[in-house]
């Protein structure tokens, strides 16, 4: 009698598909993730479907040109309408796991699924360091591997978006490493000051940084979202305006963010806390350690997707063995647009305002 049965092939593609959906459920970052243009992450997968390995995103800026009146020659007076396009190149990101037949029998447990929550496990961290490296980044390079001459010509490009401390003044130097030196442990922690001036400059900066919730009626208010590492949002935690702003604001009770340890709130800035932001070390002034945050509008991030995860099994050792690979092709990038006379003269950061504030570890 004959039997009916799957196709290995189909087995595997459900798996792939399953697995990705619960990457994506899992991912904190999901949340500021979307195709659409308002998204704090943009997600772009046409390379899914064509062949490729670079994705361009254009930017129109706005016409700032007087009106006409009736009276005035319209002709010959056109406003050019000024765009710039950015490009993210994919590359391959993978791992493996291997396992022995024989350990699988012994154990209780199923392996291919403890090693697929593994391999999970470890995508997800991978996109959280990607999306964590690509914030902090210098016009494309590791903060961490930029020169002092690339994170100079950076801050001359972004300086009405980057902040060193509670002053705007802590950079007039454009100099990097010296506006590093300008903050301290008393003046230039995080507070409720410091991030309304940020939302500030978001909504002075030019280009513009937009919001990713645009005011649409009386009493609203542009919203932006503050990532921020743990050490800084103790700071802020700890300041009594802060505080008292959340305790009289919120909901009394379990659910006030004051005592749920949830994300926090300051003038429609939802602050999220970022325990892997790095410090950048002793560098502000008499050796105070200094640590990045990011105030997020619409298109900070692009990803770029090429090529779902997909898993790969293979058996070595006359089929004693048990490999499985994880295996995707995408990119992330802090989006940026040239201000200069071509595409990548005098990169701005699209959609971010960058803060470096003092922070010290726990005693």
Known sequence: ????????????????????????????????????????????EDLTKKPGDKITLTLVNRLTG??????????????????????????????????????????AINLRQAHKDTLMDWNMELDRDNIISALGSINGVAYGSATE????????????????????SNASSNDHSAALLNVDTTADKLTPDAISLMKRMAKQANPRVRPIRPKTSIGGSDGYVLLAPTEMVRDLAANSTFTQANRDAGVRGEDNKLFSGADYKWENVYIYEIEDIPSLGAVGATSAVVRPCYLLGAQ????????????????????????????????????????????????????????????????
């Open 300 to 363: 900070a991030l692009g990803m770029s997707w090429a090529m779902r995860p997909q898993t790969v099994e293979e058996e070595f050792d006359y089929k004693r063995k048990m490999g499985i690979a994880i295996k995707q092709w995408y990119k992330v990038e802090k989006l940026r647009f040239g201000t200069g006379a071509t595409d990548t003269d005098d990169y701005k950061d699209h959609g971010i305002v960058t803060g470096y504030f003092a922070s010290a570890a726990d005693a």
């Open 149 to 168: 001459a690339q994170k100079d010509a950076w801050l001359v490009d972004n300086a009405d978006r980057v902040l060193f401390g509670a002053a705007k």
């Open 66 to 107: 007087a009106a006409k009146g009736a009276s005035e020659t319209l002709e010959g007076n056109e406003e050019d309408l000024s765009t710039r396009s950015f490009g993210i190149t994919v590359r391959e990101y993978s791992h493996a796991v291997k396992f022995s037949k024989f350990e699988e029998q012994k154990t």
């Open 1 to 44: 009698m004959a039997e009916t049965y799957i196709p290995t092939a189909l087995t595997v593609q459900q798996w792939d598909d399953q697995y990705f959906t619960q990457y994506l459920n899992q991912n904190f970052f999901k949340k500021f993730m979307g195709t659409g243009t308002n998204s704090v992450i943009q997600v772009k």
